[in-house]
């Protein structure tokens, strides 16, 4: 079964770029699915960052877009994120996630998800 | 932007049945998803496209929808249910959305 393990610095400094990794296991990164970046502030909600297909297609949130670039390495089989411009707000457990789509033109749904990783943004 | 509205809190004693609700005006159209997060833990998909349940997922858990608004049902509640559950969709240019989370507590 597919796992997902994300790594990167645990803390960043503000007005820097957040870096991190998403290891995929038991699968390939180059299967139909669209591969994705969840974050959760402490004590706060799901937040959806953005996703990336193998082709190198991206679909971002909006509200991130202009701080957010998500690519691919197929050849180790894993995916990136980095944030830019970070401050104390985007301190949050960042998560990976695969994203599955029944039905094409259809919505899809997060699963399996990495653990989680707690990225401090502080100086 | 869009958004998918729930109750923060909802609160059931062990045996009853819960109800968690999730509204959008994009439900509709859209299928609506659940997940379910114990404090430490990553999210776990306990229903999909608007009323499907994964395999392992116990048999109290359903989903239904409505119009606007979809209910995650847990029939006989039990303390392991304790956790913060979230809906989850898209919006009408398929961004990804999450509802802001319904704290369920067993009394």
């Known amino acids: 079964q597919v796992q997902l393990q994300e790594s990167g610095p645990g803390l960043v400094k503000p007005s820097g770029t957040l870096s991190l990794t998403c290891a995929v296991s038991?699968?390939?990164?180059?299967?139909?699915?669209?591969w994705s970046w969840v974050r959760q502030p402490p004590g706060k909600g799901l937040e959806w960052i953005g996703e990336?297909?193998?082709?190198?297609?991206?679909n971002y949130n909006p509200s991130l877009k202009s701080r957010v670039t998500i690519s691919v390495d197929k050849s180790k089989n894993q995916f990136s994120l980095k944030l830019s411009s970070v401050t104390a707000a985007d301190t949050a457990v960042y998560y990976c996630?695969?994203?599955?789509?029944?039905?094409?033109?259809?919505?899809?749904?997060?699963?399996?998800w990495g653990q989680g990783t707690l990225v401090t943004v502080s100086s | 932007s869009y958004e998918l509205t729930q109750p923060p809190s909802v609160s059931v004693s062990p045996g009853q049945t819960a109800r968690i609700t999730c509204s959008g005006d994009?439900?509709?159209?859209?299928?609506a998803y659940w997940y379910q997060q114990k404090p430490g833990q990553a999210p776990v998909l306990v229903i999909y496209?608007?009323?499907e349940r994964p395999s392992g997922i116990p048999e109290r858990f359903s989903g239904s929808s409505s119009g606007t608004t979809v209910t995650l049902t847990i029939s006989g509640v039990q303390a392991e249910d304790e956790a913060d559950y979230y809906c989850?969709?898209?919006?009408?240019?398929?961004?990804?959305?999450f509802g802001g989370g319904t704290k369920l507590t067993v009394l």
């Open positions: 990336i297909y193998h082709s190198g297609s991206t």
């Open positions: 989850q969709s898209a919006d009408s240019r398929g961004s990804r959305v």
């Open positions: 994009a439900l509709p159209k859209q299928y």
């Open positions: 038991g699968g390939s990164i180059s299967s139909s699915n669209w």
């Open positions: 496209k608007d009323s």
């Open positions: 996630a695969r994203v599955n789509i029944a039905v094409a033109g259809t919505t899809g749904w997060f699963d399996p």
